[in-house]
């Protein structure tokens, strides 16, 4: 069973960084494929990105030079760095894992997420 715990957002204002923090708790993490979601009020989840099991990156446009996702494999960890961040990155922050190595920026690949972290920015 793997457990996935965020913490790191919260408010900002609009041209500000902000770093989240995913926690996973269970075995083999270099192996799966972690990503990052959010979701805005009345709006679907969306993929923002993806870290493969090879290391290989992936960002939806939006946030293409903005955001950065990365992972320390000793710790377990998966981060996003987000700068110049936008009001339109209000959302809640969803950390998903599958252990599947390769997998697509969609909700319904991800077999195990957090229970999500807020991030508002405001302008």
């Known amino acids: 069973q793997v457990q996935l715990v965020e913490s790191g957002g919260g408010s900002v204002q609009s041209g500000g960084s902000l770093r989240l923090s995913c926690l996973f708790f269970?075995?083999?993490?270099?192996?799966?494929?972690m990503a990052w979601f959010r979701q805005a009020p009345g709006k679907e989840r969306e993929g923002v990105a993806i870290?493969?099991?090879?290391?290989?990156?992936r960002y939806t446009e939006s946030v293409k030079g903005r955001f950065t996702i990365s992972q320390d494999n000793a710790k377990n960890t998966l981060y996003l760095q987000m700068n110049s961040l936008k009001p339109e990155d209000t959302a809640i922050y969803y950390c998903a894992a599958d252990p599947d190595s390769w997998r697509l920026l969609r909700p319904g690949h991800f077999r195990y997420w957090g229970q999500g972290t807020q991030v508002t920015v405001s302008s």
């Open positions: 870290i493969a099991g090879d290391g290989s990156t």
């Open positions: 269970g075995y083999a993490y270099s192996s799966y494929s």
